[in-house]
């Protein structure tokens, strides 16, 4: 099966090989209704004794809280996540009550489960037509500091979302990386039995 330049080699999904990660939006604004259709994909992701320890904190675009979360991205991002719709911070609760207890505890999971929550906003995102792009470089003291987040609260990541944009608001360097990327092979991340470096 084959969308723009993916392959897969096994039967899956168009959705999989569809969704990518476009850095050119096109600043219009996002309805709130949409953004919390995002959300409620998010909402339904598996977690370790269903415990949901994902938390999604954002600002819309024009909106009074927008400067200072794209102040929350470091500067390369800030380049072209200017032109988004939403930008959103992904926390994760760290504890947790577990099944019958009555005082929360350190929660192994908070981090995994968190992720599979975004990996769900991300599909819902692209086939509503506003992708979304995953952001590791974000400040997260100063994200924590500003927020106001309790020490079991765990800044996670930043998302941008928006609607696809002309590549020319980007940077030259940028225009070049803007197209969907490929993948390991499937014997490198999977195998039967036994680990294979
Ligand atoms: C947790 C996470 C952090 C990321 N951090 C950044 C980032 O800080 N800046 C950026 O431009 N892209 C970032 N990306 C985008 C990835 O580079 C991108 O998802 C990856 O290359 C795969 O491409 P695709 O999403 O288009 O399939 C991040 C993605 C994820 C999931």
């Known amino acids: 099966m084959s969308t723009h330049s993916r392959t897969a080699d096994h039967p899956i999904d168009k959705q999989f090989l569809e969704r990518w990660s476009p850095r050119a939006y096109s600043g ?3 309805p709130e209704a949409t953004l919390r259709s995002l959300f409620e994909a998010a909402r339904w992701a598996p977690s370790s004794s269903n415990a949901q320890p994902w938390r999604f904190i954002y600002a819309r675009r024009n909106t009074p809280h927008w400067d200072q979360f794209l102040g929350f991205l470091n500067e390369f991002n800030q380049s ?3 032109n988004a719709s939403a930008l959103v911070i992904v926390l994760s609760k760290t504890t947790s009550l577990p099944p019958g207890g009555t005082t929360e505890v350190p929660w192994p999971t908070h981090s995994f489960d968190t992720g599979a929550a ?4 991300a599909l819902q995102a692209w086939s509503s037509g506003w992708p979304a792009h995953g952001m590791a470089g974000i400040l997260k003291d100063k994200i ?8 079991n609260y765990a800044v996670e990541a930043g998302i941008a979302i928006g609607k696809l944009g002309d590549k020319s608001v980007l940077p030259a360097a940028l225009q070049e990386r803007e197209s969907p990327s490929s993948r390991k092979l499937l014997a490198e991340i999977a195998s039967e039995g036994k680990f294979i470096p």
């Open 28 to 30: 219009e604004e996002i």
């Open 144 to 151: 924590r500091a500003e927020l106001g987040l309790p020490e």
């Open 80 to 82: 072209w996540a200017k």
């Open 118 to 121: 975004w990996g769900f906003l």
